[in-house]
């Protein structure tokens, strides 16, 4: 099996008040495991962990250079509940002696359902790159099918969708439905076996616990829809407990992600063939290193029409409506490039309390006038947004502001000059097109690339 290598992330930066409440519907209180009720024990099935591939190739391989293994969680306090990835960093280290360090990453919202997390997923985990999504939340089978699409078609992460815990709102169905009040669970299974994506039966699970203790739905919950610190640690158990070897996966690692060797150069250039959308550059560096200059199908890496987008940030002094708001819960959550993309810095500020808005453009100027509830696409043609990704815009008031950046997502030189012998690897593009591209390097004084990872998404 071939061994995987990445380039460092790209940071992401919110400002402090996003920072310091992910959520703020916390529960009243914590429970601990119910009393005189057994340790929970999650079970694997033959088929569990088959559409994990990558994810337990990198986590029993670990990665040169060394990186951490990368999570983003997205969704509501439901997924906010699951920790910081402490539940990862104590497993991976029983199971897997070669396992990197896990850096885990999440972004949440009271209530977010998949049809929002989507525009986090657009804006802050797709630029990351990251190994494995997780998103533990509710909603529409279909808006999962949408987030679920967008990351097949822009990365090679793998994904993990647990079914939701019962909750008090769901007491009607118990014994009646495997459903939530707010998830139909066989229309997500569907959606997650369409396309290959690990499913969690953790619904399932937690309530043959609860059925076998005769324990009340209550039992696990923190308050009338929060899972206690025990319950969380349920959830968590049946996730990590996939990731095993199963009686067969369902794809090669190699079919998304590869290293290959760098080819010799000829005629001063190194040339090579790739399908995919997104190339990283493995090499080491000397005190007298010298430079390549990067092209990708005969342009310089930074003027390909490959873009990414920083996160769509509300202004501090926005409007925040209800008890325990944040301005996050109240903005558009995503926007979409269009075309004749310009890299520059972009704001959308509230003209009226009725959701009308003027977008302008650092560089492009003023690009139009829109409303929150009506699609909209920019006088140039670079920018649209989608009113169902646009989360609470009744909400929204005059003077509101957002702001997000769009920068090139490929690099014009690379240079070599460092300490010597140190191994680096450097993202030359990414967000290409999922194709057959060409990428040629011209090297000026001394150079040493040893290999090339390229990563192509399954679906293009």
């Known amino acids: 099996m071939k061994r995987f290598l990445f380039s460092l992330f790209l940071p992401i930066t919110l400002l402090a008040q996003e920072k310091r409440n992910l959520v703020t519907d916390e529960p009243r209180t914590a429970k601990g495991k119910p009393e005189g009720a057994p340790e929970y024990v999650a079970k694997a099935e033959p088929t569990d962990g088959q559409h994990l591939a990558l994810a337990m190739h990198k986590l029993e391989h670990g990665f040169t250079p060394d990186r951490p293994f990368r999570i983003w969680a997205i969704g509501s306090s439901y997924t906010n509940m699951l920790g910081n990835g402490e539940a990862w960093q104590e497993e991976m280290a029983k199971r897997f002696p070669h396992a990197p360090r896990i850096e885990y990453k999440k972004m949440v919202g009271n209530s977010c359902p998949w049809q929002y997390a989507r525009g986090w997923l657009r804006h802050l985990v797709l630029p990351d790159q990251p190994d494995l999504v997780i998103t533990y939340t509710n909603g529409n089978a279909a808006d999962l099918e949408k ?35 707010d998830q139909d669970v066989a229309a997500v299974r569907e959606v997650c076996r369409k396309y290959d994506v690990e499913f969690v039966e953790s619904r399932r699970d937690w309530g043959t ?45 190699e079919s998304r992600e590869r290293r290959i060797t760098a080819p010799t150069a000829k005629d001063g250039v190194i040339k090579l063939n790739f399908t995919g959308n997104r190339i990283d550059l493995i090499g080491k560096k000397s005190p007298t290193g010298g430079s390549v200059r990067v092209s990708i199908d005969g342009k310089p890496a930074d003027q390909l029409d490959a873009f990414l987008m920083s996160y769509v940030q509300p202004d501090a002094k ?51 006038q829109g409303n929150a509830f009506k699609p909209f696409t920019s006088t140039s043609g670079q920018i649209s947004i989608e009113p169902e990704l646009w989360r609470r815009a009744e909400r929204n008031r005059s003077g509101d502001r957002f702001t997000w950046d769009v920068k090139r997502a490929g690099v014009a030189e690379v240079s070599f000059r460092g300490t010597a012998n140190e191994t680096f690897v450097v993202r030359l593009a990414q967000s290409l097109p999922n194709d057959a591209h060409t990428l040629e390097l011209t090297p000026t004084g001394e150079v040493s690339i040893e290999a090339f990872d390229v990563f192509e998404p399954p679906m293009k």
């Open 147 to 181: 987030l679920i699409v967008e990351v097949r078609k822009n990365s090679t992460a793998d994904i993990i969708v647990p079914s939701l815990h019962w909750r008090e709102r769901d007491q009607e169905l118990w014994g009646k439905s495997e459903n939530a009040m």
């Open 318 to 368: 926005n409007h925040k409506e209800g008890k325990g708001a944040v301005p996050r819960d109240q903005a558009p959550h995503a926007v979409t490039l269009g075309r004749n993309v310009v890299p520059q810095t972009w704001t959308l500020v509230m003209t009226s309390d009725a959701g009308d808005y003027q977008l302008t453009g650092s560089v492009t100027g003023p690009d139009g």
């Open 209 to 253: 616990y609860l059925a076998a203790n005769k324990l009340p739905i209550p039992a696990l919950l923190k308050d009338a829809v929060h899972q206690s610190d025990y319950g969380a640690k349920i959830i968590n158990s049946n996730i990590l407990t996939h990731l095993r070897h199963p009686e067969m996966f369902s794809y090669a690692p």
